[in-house]
């Protein structure tokens, strides 16, 4: 399975698809084990914790759904 990245597509002269502002071929993200070890413990922990864990899964995987 290939990693999602999030494309842009321009049309016209030198149009083509392109990675949007920001993103890099090398983007850190977190593997789904990984995301779902930190959604465990953010549910378990103070509430000083889970406010760090939640800032480490948005850093790291911005296209996940966030805990309610």
Known sequence: M???LPVIAK???N???FLMDGVGKY???LSKEQLECLEKLAVSCAAE???TILSIIHEFEPYCEKLT
């Open 49 to 51: 914790d889970k406010e």
């Open 11 to 13: 049309q016209g002269y």
């Open 15 to 17: 149009g083509g698809y």
């Open 27 to 29: 983007q850190n993200t």
């Open 2 to 4: 290939g990693e999602a």
